[in-house]
């Protein structure tokens, strides 16, 4: 992840298709990390409109992997300050600067 994606990030709830893909799937997490590889990722997803049916099927991938953005998630006060601790963490664990 680069500092410039971090103001971009989208809220939970957020609704798009990755490039190549034809399914719209839902973000349900952000700044994740792959157990096997310790990868971190920017986002997990599920399905759209199904929601999670096996966390087995929950997708990982980089802001730069999206293809199309269908809806923006709910942003508030709650939101903003929370994406702010991701901010400071991040620069925290030196992951940013």
């Not at 994606?5 to 990755?18: A, F, H, K, N, R």
């Not at 590889?37 to 409109?49: G, L, M, V």
């Not at 992997?65 to 709650?78: A, F, K, L, N, S």
Request: a negative charge; proline letters at 3%.
């Amino acid at each position: 992840m680069k500092i410039e994606t971090l103001d971009e990030l989208l809220p939970l709830g957020s609704i798009v298709t990755l490039k190549g893909g034809t399914k719209k799937i839902m973000i349900c997490g952000r700044i994740q990390e792959e157990i096997k590889s310790h990868k971190q990722y920017d986002y997990t997803a599920c399905y759209y409109p199904e929601g999670i049916l096996d966390p087995h099927e929950l997708f990982l991938f980089q802001h730069e992997d999206i293809e199309r953005v269908y809806y923006v998630g709910m942003q508030d006060d709650e939101e903003f300050a929370f994406r702010q601790f991701i901010v400071d963490k991040m620069k925290e664990k030196g992951y940013v600067k």
